[in-house]
């Protein structure tokens, strides 16, 4: 022990490899399946290596007709940025009052938004699609972005950063400078919550992208899927093309792991900034 960190002995490294390893092989072998035809699922052993078969599965892929692909991952794609930056935003605004202003029932109303986080989903689908029935927003999009704007969990959690990430002082100096509120937020705070915004937009986009139940509820029209009721359709039927659907979920998975690279540099950035003032 050195510094309060443990050191690592071989068998240590031994076993984070095997994690590490069985954490990849399904995604790898996903990719794998995707690149070679659907007789791929009953080789035994199962192949380990790429195929030849991509563009032809591709092909297919986007020629679907019950598929909808590319819609599908155009549409996710409008969601759950949409949910994101709203989510991001909000949330951030809402945990800095929280955390640094005094308004009368501050406690109160953050006691409600908590309370909201206790309520499962599925009790909320039948009143909420029933409300998006009567605005009429059924079968179009913001059916399912408007209802997810804001989230409980995103202002706790930005509320519980906030009041450790920023100082009460930095505030008073900034309002001793001549700074608004917002002017504040957009100046001091914003930047000091980097971090956490950049782990909450990670996991909002990842839980957006990856919705199935109430886009499945709202979205009845075919042809205006998300990209999950389009893996959905792929796996639908008598028969299965078990290369299409891997090629598909192949495909729909490659935007999580753009996002996870973008916020990833975001988040180990911020943690370094902070270890450096520390």
Not at 2 to 26: E, I, Q
Not at 78 to 106: D, M
Not at 141 to 166: E, H
Not at 259 to 272: A, K, L, N, W
């Amino acid at each position: 022990m050195n510094g309060g960190l443990w050191k690592g002995t071989r068998l240590t490294y031994v076993a984070l490899l095997l994690a590490g390893v069985m954490s990849v092989f399904p995604i790898y072998w996903m990719f794998v399946v995707a690149t070679r035809s659907s007789d791929a699922m009953g080789e035994v052993p199962p192949p380990v290596t790429p195929g030849g078969n991509l563009p032809g599965n591709l092909d297919r892929l986007f020629a679907n007709a019950d598929a909808h692909f590319l819609t599908g991952m155009l549409n996710s794609a409008i969601v759950a940025a949409s949910v994101t930056i709203s989510v991001v935003f909000f949330s951030s605004l809402a945990g800095f009052a929280f955390a640094k202003l005094r308004f009368r029932g501050s406690n109160a109303l953050l006691l409600v938004i908590i309370a909201t986080m206790m309520v499962p989903t599925q009790l909320g689908v039948i009143p909420l699609y029933m409300l998006m029935t009567d605005l009429g927003w059924n079968d179009r999009l913001q059916a399912v972005i408007v209802p997810a704007l804001v989230t409980g969990f995103g202002v706790f959690m930005m509320r519980q950063y906030a009041s450790q990430a920023v100082s009460d002082e930095l505030i008073e100096a900034a309002r001793v400078d001549g700074c608004g509120t917002f002017r504040i937020f957009r100046s001091v705070v914003a930047p000091a919550l980097r971090p956490a915004a950049a782990v909450l937009g990670l996991l909002t986009f990842m839980t957006t992208w990856n919705d199935f139940l109430w886009p499945y509820a709202v979205l009845n029209d075919p042809e205006n899927p998300t990209v999950q009721l389009s893996l959905r359709a792929l796996s639908n039927g008598y028969y299965q093309d078990m290369s299409q659907v891997f090629t598909g979920t192949a495909i729909a998975t490659l935007p999580l792991l753009v996002v996870f690279i973008i916020f990833g540099r975001q988040i180990i950035g911020g943690i370094m900034e902070g270890a450096v003032k520390a």
